[in-house]
């Protein structure tokens, strides 16, 4: 009999009840008890409902406070020193401490226990906590989290398949701190540390532990490879039953390590790498069983039932009962549950399938297995009813979008002059100093702001009373910026609550849900838009924003728009054409969006496109495709205008070595870059390539209330002027400045205008 198993499950809960009562701790408005209490209740109520959907084996240690790479880290031992010396296990203090810099009661802003640094797990938008390593790095076991929780499982009567990130992972996922030395050299003292605790497990009478390595989805150097070997066959010797984890790709040339492993079962995504099922099952010993991820843990889409039981009988045919049955990966990506979902229809539901549905898929398609299609045939019948709703709905398919990405020339994505001759244009129509300043577009989103939309959204307001309300706000911005002497103005951003779910709600073929937060980190959810349909724009969707900006100011408004890679990037996106395909679509979208802009008399147009760089494929073989769609995609929406209006792009983050040739070809006139906190170091990508356009390297870090002084400011643009001539530099601030409070701002923009003002005339002269 083939067994249904799951990787993991959201902890945030189906009404963040995990947010809201690690806020409350955090605030000191809940003890510890009270937290715990609520930690214990979701995992309760978490495992109940994965036990009643009928999961054979069920995931325990899932659940985590923050992050599960930072429990790995209190697990093993691995606290950096500047948080004191711990001696029995970390307390809960330290572990918010590692996590956020400050636990309930320390005093405020306490410079040496900065927090850990944090990053994105895989290809996801979920961050973990990084591992510190140093080279006298010792391991122990520092934590009863695991064990006590699988206690609690067990005495719920639960059959709990505790999980672990591997060894391998772990160390990967951590950097190394003081003198440079390899992580890797840490796996002999990191090995009996897990042993310990398998053996513990084993002596709990656990049967399976689930380690996680989805490092095997990525380019791993030889000498990792070879650590896969050297970990497993050492910690084989618990006796426990591995279930060896992998996913977010394919396995490739990892494959025959993956399936030789002394472990008993290998887990593979067979929903980001169908075609590896092949590969696998040629190389997989006749002792091992094969868990097969059909269902998609990373989007919200219901699963085509017929087809993964298609692929999971044929795999039958090879394995036997050797076949187990689960979610691609972690449920953590998903929602908790669509039946909260009160304001998306029937039809429209039908399609989707959230973390708790996705747990019946699995259940599903592992009793269609054991027992036949006759015994599923209501639930198959429902999956291929949604498939072919999918296939036809009027709602998802517009012939006359397809139409237009069809007809798009190949020339539709270049400017019509190269850029040498734009600049000269631009110049002569802009008449901007040397060393322009100019911000990112966000201006600070204030309670006043904030209220107005909630008021709005509630109703309580006016839609002409709301506009109103939002283009006081532009004023203000306006007014500001003109006393603070900027020279390319922005209007604010204030009607956004977020860059992507403003356009979303402005786009057909976009569907916002009521309580599709999925973890972002810690505490913090995000909402990803759904777009589910071919995508269009009815009507513009920030000119009279942008045109109202721009009658208030003789200096050039700037018009602001989210690239297409971004819009893709921050949603769920439909599974039923390729990215590429849905970027097109809003890539045109914004196009017309550009040319209204244009029309209507706005001569400079950013689009942001910070989400490209995390976009990047796993694999490195996988890059150059994307970035090529990527790029084109964004030429697209910039492409059509005349070569007088100037067009900016602006990412918020400082690593283009890599990229910087797709950067260049992007062919904006203007990218504006984050460097503050980098002290102006990553301008050598630009430098090395000789990037042909103009650049604002950010010298203002606006994730910190720090406000730069003008000197400073100065001294990071003499720099920036030594390698990019300065009639090819801009000043601008890192990103947008939305979380900032005004005055904070206008002192920093202050200093900022007064440092182009110092330059100009030290570079003049
Ligand atoms: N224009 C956006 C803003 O200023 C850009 C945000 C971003 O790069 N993430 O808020
Ligand atoms: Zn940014």
């Known amino acids: 009999m083939s067994i249904a198993h799951n990787l993991g499950f959201p902890r945030i809960g189906v009404k963040r009840e995990l947010k809201r009562a690690l806020e409350a701790y955090w605030k000191g408005e809940q003890d510890q008890a009270a937290l715990e209490a609520v930690g214990r209740e979701l995992r309760a109520r978490h495992w109940k409902l994965q036990q009643e959907a009928g999961l054979d084996l069920i995931p325990v240690g899932d659940f985590t406070w923050y992050d599960h790479v930072l429990d790995t880290s209190v697990l093993l031992g691995v ?64 934590s009863d989290k695991l064990f006590s929780e699988l206690a609690e499982a067990r005495a719920l009567g639960l059959r709990a398949k505790p999980v672990l990130v591997g060894p391998l992972t772990y160390l990967w996922l951590g950097k190394t701190k003081g003198a440079a030395f390899d992580r890797l050299t840490l796996l002999d003292r990191l090995l009996p540390v897990y042993a310990e605790i398998l053996v513990r497990l084993k002596a709990e009478g656990v049967e399976w532990v689930q ?51 002394p472990v008993e079962g290998l887990h593979i995504d067979l929903v980001r790498a169908p075609d590896q099922l092949t590969a696998v099952l040629d190389q997989l010993p006749a002792y091992k069983i094969l868990s097969l991820g059909v269902v998609d843990g990373r989007n919200i889409w219901r699963a085509d039932l017929e087809r993964a039981l298609d692929t ?34 029937d039809e429209f539901k039908s399609w989707l399938a959230f973390a708790t549905q996705k747990l019946d898929e699995v259940v599903v398609l592992t009793r269609g297995l054991n027992q036949g299609r006759a015994a599923v045939s209501k639930e198959l019948a429902a999956s291929r009813a949604a498939a072919e709703s999918r296939k036809t709905s009027r709602r998802i398919h517009r012939p006359e979008v397809k139409q237009r990405v069809k007809a798009l020339a190949a020339n539709e994505d270049k400017r019509h002059a190269p850029y040498a001759q734009r600049r000269e244009l631009q110049h002569k129509l802009l008449q901007l100093p040397l060393l322009p300043t100019t911000t990112i577009g966000s201006f600070p989103q204030t309670q006043a702001i904030r209220n107005a939309r909630r008021d709005f959204k509630a109703g309580r307001i006016s839609e002409a009373e709301y506009k109103e309300r939002m283009k006081q706000e532009i004023a203000l911005a306006v007014k500001k910026q003109e006393e603070i002497g900027l020279d390319v ?12 779910e403003y356009f979303g709600e402005l786009m057909q073929g976009y569907a916002f849900s009521e309580n599709g937060w999925v973890q972002s980190y810690g505490s913090r959810c995000v909402k990803p838009p759904i777009i589910f349909g071919d995508v269009a724009r009815p009507r513009p969707m920030t000119v009279e924003w942008s045109v109202y900006a721009q009658s208030l100011t003789r200096k050039p408004m700037k018009g602001m728009l989210s690239g297409p890679i971004t819009m893709l990037q921050w949603s769920f996106v439909r599974d039923d054409q390729p990215r590429s395909q849905t970027a097109l679509q809003i890539a045109l979208a914004l196009r017309d969006e550009v040319l209204d802009l244009e029309k209507a008399g706005i001569k400079v147009v950013q689009i942001d496109e910070p989400a490209l760089r995390e976009g990047l494929p796993l694999r490195k073989a996988d890059w150059a495709d994307y970035l090529r769609w990527a790029a084109h995609a964004f030429r697209v929406t910039a492409g059509a205008v005349r070569d007088d209006t100037q067009i900016h792009t602006h990412m918020c983050y400082a690593e283009f070595n890599d990229i910087i040739d797709s950067i260049a070809s992007l062919d904006a006139d203007v990218i504006t870059i984050e460097t503050s906190r980098s002290d102006m170091e990553l301008l050598d990508a630009f430098v090395n390539f000789s990037y042909p356009n103009e650049i604002g390297p950010g010298v203002y870090d606006i994730h910190s209330p720090r406000v730069p002084a003008r000197d400073e400011i100065v001294r990071l643009m003499e720099k920036a002027a030594k390698v990019v001539p300065a009639e090819r530099l801009w000043i601008n601030p890192d990103c947008g400045l939305k979380t900032r409070d005004w005055p904070e701002v206008e002192t920093a923009l202050g200093n900022m205008v007064s440092a182009a003002r110092t330059l100009r005339e030290r570079l003049q002269h």
Not at 232 to 251: C, D, E, V
Not at 318 to 327: D, K, N, S, T
Not at 489 to 500: I, K
């Open 79 to 142: 606290v950096p020193k500047r948080f004191g010396d711990v001696m029995g296990n970390v307390d809960f203090k330290t572990y918010f401490r590692m996590a956020r810099g400050r636990a309930p009661g320390d005093k405020a802003g306490s410079a040496d226990t900065y927090a850990c640094e944090m990053t994105k797990w895989f290809d996801t938008n979920y961050h973990y906590i990084v591992p510190e390593f140093e080279a006298q790095q010792t391991f122990r076991v520092a």
């Open 312 to 345: 999971l009988e044929s795999a039958k045919a090879r394995l036997g009962a050797r076949l187990w049955v689960a979610p691609s990966c972690s449920l953590l990506h998903t929602p908790v549950d669509l039946a909260h979902e009160t304001k998306l229809d």
């Open 489 to 500: 103005l922005v209007h604010g951003e204030a009607e956004r609550n977020d860059m992507v």
């Open 211 to 261: 380690m996680d390595e989805p490092i095997l989805a990525l380019d791993l150097p030889q000498t990792w490879k070879n650590a896969f070997e050297t970990a497993y066959n050492r910690l084989q010797a618990s006796g426990l039953k591995l279930m060896l984890a992998t996913y977010f790709g394919a396995l490739g040339d990892n494959t025959g390590i993956a399936c030789r492993l």
